[in-house]
């Protein structure tokens, strides 16, 4: 009886509690919990029977990072003048124009925690790149960088959010928020700005309406109900949202892949599941009943198993992701191109619709 009444608060898209919640990932039978998550998508979305895609390109500003990060082997720390790199207007004039012929619309621009650049730096960035490409939408940053740029610049989170957006950011990326657990975030990122700080920047972002997306990366230290409790912090900052402002326009789960990292050193190994990221689509819709659009990430799961997951309460693909090296250089090697992604969301029996980061339709013209 206690799975029925939690199953029909989700179909009403009611608020769950944390042990509603924490039934759903413990004792709910994985098949009801799919068919559950996907009736609620299709009454949550405007065409149950299309599924969106995107063209972008991720640019990394700089590879410099004072995080510590222990998931990410892209990164190096400023001595390592050999490897360090901060990308020029040159490089991003050759990358724009690349994305632009592939009928890209937006640049998901992200760097690291670098000391000397400050919020100088950014504006400058932005508003060349802005002068050269006025119709490029910037997705930009996330909350621990922007919370680094605040604090190295000696301004308030506000105002630094004020004056990269009169720059020319458009959005706020959901990058860096893992798990948003203080005492995972300081096993895995032990330098990087707190979780709370990432909660902060996030809800300064939805006061000012700056569209904002979120994630969780999972599968390393935390426990399936730290993941819980994560999806559970998005909603409750969701809720806090001002009525009418964009707020979190996206979920995006995604594993943590170990090839190389110190984590890996560590001892912490990734174990994919096909089974278990089916469960954190399925109780992401359920639970973050204030959020319209579940992605999934092809990109770390591969095609077969996004495919299912758009049957288990996600409704959108994500981009083809030009030019990814995060993820990629722990181990995940899937790729799409525009064909491509749309030939598995018709073979997942949906079609297909491209769309700009604020999900608006935008015209296929491959």
Same mark, same amino acid.
């Given at each position: 009886?206690?799975?029925?009444?939690?199953?029909?608060?989700?179909?009403?898209?009611?608020?769950?509690?944390?042990?509603?919640?924490?039934?759903?990932?413990?004792?709910?039978?994985?098949?009801?919990?799919?068919?559950?998550?996907?009736?609620?998508?299709?009454?949550?979305?405007?065409?149950?029977?299309?599924?969106?895609?995107?063209?972008?390109?991720?640019?990394?500003?700089?590879?410099?990072?004072?995080?510590?990060?222990?998931?990410?082997?892209?990164?190096?720390?400023?001595?390592?003048?050999?490897?360090?790199?901060?990308?020029?207007?040159?490089?991003?004039?050759?990358?724009?124009?690349?994305?632009?012929?592939?009928?890209?619309?937006?640049?998901?621009?992200?760097?690291?925690?670098?000391?000397?650049?400050?919020?100088?730096?950014?504006?400058?960035?932005?508003?060349?790149?802005?002068?050269?490409?006025?119709?490029?939408?910037?997705?930009?940053?996330?909350?621990?960088?922007?919370?680094?740029?605040?604090?190295?610049?000696?301004?308030?989170?506000?105002?630094?959010?004020?004056?990269?957006?009169?720059?020319?950011?458009?959005?706020?990326?959901?990058? !860096?928020?893992?798990?948003?657990? &203080? *005492? /995972? +975030?300081?096993?895995? $990122? #032990?330098?990087?700005?707190?979780?709370?700080?990432? %909660?902060?920047?996030?809800?300064?972002?939805?006061?000012?309406?700056?569209?904002?997306?979120?994630?969780?990366?999972?599968?390393?230290?935390?426990?399936?109900?730290?993941?819980?409790?994560?999806?559970?912090?998005?909603?409750?900052?969701?809720?806090?949202?001002?009525?009418?402002?964009?707020?979190?326009?996206?979920?995006?789960?995604?594993?943590?892949?170990?090839? !190389?990292?110190?984590?890996?050193? &560590? *001892? /912490? +190994?990734?174990?994919? $599941? #096909?089974?278990?990221?089916?469960?954190?689509?399925? %109780?992401?819709?359920?639970?973050?009943?204030?959020?319209?659009?579940?992605?999934?990430?092809?990109?770390?799961?591969?095609?077969?198993?996004?495919?299912?997951?758009?049957?288990?309460?996600?409704?959108?693909?994500?981009?083809?992701?030009?030019?990814?090296?995060?993820?990629?250089?722990?181990?995940?090697?899937?790729?799409?191109?525009?064909?491509?992604?749309?030939?598995?969301?018709?073979?997942?029996?949906?079609?297909? +619709?491209?769309?700009?980061?604020?999900?608006?339709?935008?015209?296929?013209?491959?």
């Amino acid at each position: 009886m206690q799975g029925e009444q939690i199953f029909s608060k989700a179909r009403d898209r009611a608020t769950l509690t944390p042990q509603e919640a924490y039934w759903l990932w413990d004792k709910a039978p994985i098949d009801k919990l799919a068919a559950v998550a996907d009736e609620v998508r299709r009454a949550a979305v405007a065409d149950e029977g299309v599924v969106t895609w995107q063209i972008d390109r991720n640019v990394n500003i700089t590879n410099v990072c004072i995080s510590g990060c222990k998931f990410c082997n892209f990164h190096c720390k400023p001595h390592q003048s050999d490897k360090a790199f901060i990308t020029t207007i040159e490089e991003y004039r050759q990358k724009i124009d690349r994305m632009l012929e592939l009928g890209g619309d937006q640049l998901l621009l992200q760097g690291g925690l670098h000391p000397k650049l400050g919020i100088e730096f950014y504006e400058e960035l932005f508003s060349e790149l802005k002068r050269l490409y006025p119709a490029v939408r910037l997705h930009a940053l996330g909350a621990p960088e922007v919370a680094h740029i605040a604090r190295i610049s000696n301004l308030s989170t506000r105002r630094t959010l004020e004056r990269l957006v009169a720059a020319g950011l458009d959005s706020l990326p959901g990058a !860096g928020a893992e798990i948003l657990d &203080e *005492g /995972v +975030r300081r096993a895995i $990122s #032990p330098a990087k700005p707190s979780a709370q700080e990432w %909660v902060d920047v996030m809800h300064e972002a939805h006061l000012m309406n700056l569209p904002t997306s979120a994630t969780m990366m999972y599968g390393h230290v935390e426990t399936p109900h730290q993941r819980i409790d994560h999806l559970l912090t998005i909603r409750d900052l969701q809720a806090r949202c001002p009525e009418g402002n964009w707020g979190f326009i996206a979920f995006i789960p995604w594993i943590f892949r170990s090839t !190389g990292t110190r984590l890996e050193q &560590e *001892g /912490v +190994r990734s174990h994919f $599941s #096909p089974l278990e990221y089916i469960r954190i689509i399925a %109780v992401s819709r359920l639970i973050l009943n204030n959020i319209r659009n579940i992605q999934a990430s092809w990109l770390t799961v591969g095609k077969a198993t996004a495919q299912v997951a758009l049957h288990s309460g996600a409704n959108d693909m994500g981009s083809i992701m030009i030019e990814e090296n995060v993820v990629s250089s722990a181990g995940a090697h899937n790729q799409f191109d525009a064909e491509g992604i749309q030939q598995a969301i018709r073979e997942a029996g949906f079609t297909p +619709r491209l769309r700009d980061q604020l999900y608006r339709p935008r015209e296929w013209k491959g």
